[in-house]
């Protein structure tokens, strides 16, 4: 090769990473189905409404023992249909008003799972969910106030290399709680035939 082929080659460019290949290391993968019966979507619905409900108290609503129904409530534990019983929050109360969504555009070929994981990190995300369309990822944020979300934009979020735009949607009303999971067994109730 001359010494003008030499100045005019391109160097070899490197191999770039899957960018979605690393969402298996960030996402929950889907489960299995579990089969149910109606039994199991009344104590599902029980508990949903109040996950502090006694086993005697289920079992009264649902005409078994309270020992029949403990053994009920472990196997929706142990098969993952229960997942945790947990505490709903009013986060308004305690000063994070604001709710944000930030649709994510990562950087062409960057890893996608990596970036989940970053912006996951974050104390003020809810959610980051891998989604279809334009953006690649949709972010949840709770902050207190308009300086809390610049600051979180300026000095964490934006900052991240693999990020390469966001468009930031304030939420300006949300619907009254309701419990979805309570809706949804009740629809799964009714596809049921019951």
């Known amino acids: 090769m001359t010494s003008s082929e030499q100045e005019t080659a391109l160097p070899t460019p490197l191999p770039l990473a899957a960018?979605?290949?690393?969402?298996?290391?960030?996402?929950?993968?889907?489960?299995?189905?579990?089969?149910?019966?109606?039994?199991?979507?009344?104590?599902?619905?029980?508990?949903?409404?109040?996950?502090?409900?006694?086993?005697?108290?289920?079992?009264?609503s649902v005409n078994m023992s309270a020992p029949a129904v403990g053994e009920r409530i472990a196997r929706l534990e142990r098969?993952?249909?229960?997942?945790?019983?947990?505490?709903?929050?009013?986060?308004?109360?305690?000063?994070?008003?604001?709710?944000?969504?930030?649709?994510?555009?990562?950087?062409?070929?960057?890893?996608?799972?990596?970036?989940?994981?970053?912006?996951?990190?974050?104390?003020?995300?809810?959610?980051?969910?891998?989604?279809?369309?334009?953006?690649?990822l949709l972010v949840r944020l709770r902050?207190?106030?308009?300086?809390?979300?610049?600051d979180l934009l300026l000095n964490q979020i934006w900052q991240i290399p693999t990020l390469q735009r966001t468009e930031t949607l304030l939420c300006l009303a949300e619907t009254k709680q309701k419990s979805f999971t309570e809706k949804l067994l009740g629809q799964l109730e009714t596809l049921n035939g019951h």
């Open 19 to 60: 960018p979605l290949g690393g969402l298996t290391r960030s996402i929950e993968p889907v489960p299995d189905e579990v089969p149910v019966d109606d039994v199991d979507i009344a104590l599902l619905r029980l508990l949903a409404g109040d996950a502090r409900m006694s086993q005697r108290h289920l079992a009264r």
């Open 79 to 136: 098969t993952g249909i229960i997942q945790q019983y947990s505490v709903s929050v009013n986060w308004a109360r305690l000063g994070y008003a604001v709710v944000v969504y930030l649709p994510v555009v990562a950087v062409s070929g960057s890893d996608i799972g990596g970036l989940m994981t970053t912006l996951d990190e974050l104390p003020e995300v809810e959610t980051v969910n891998v989604v279809s369309g334009s953006y690649d």
């Open 143 to 150: 902050v207190r106030n308009h300086k809390h979300l610049s």
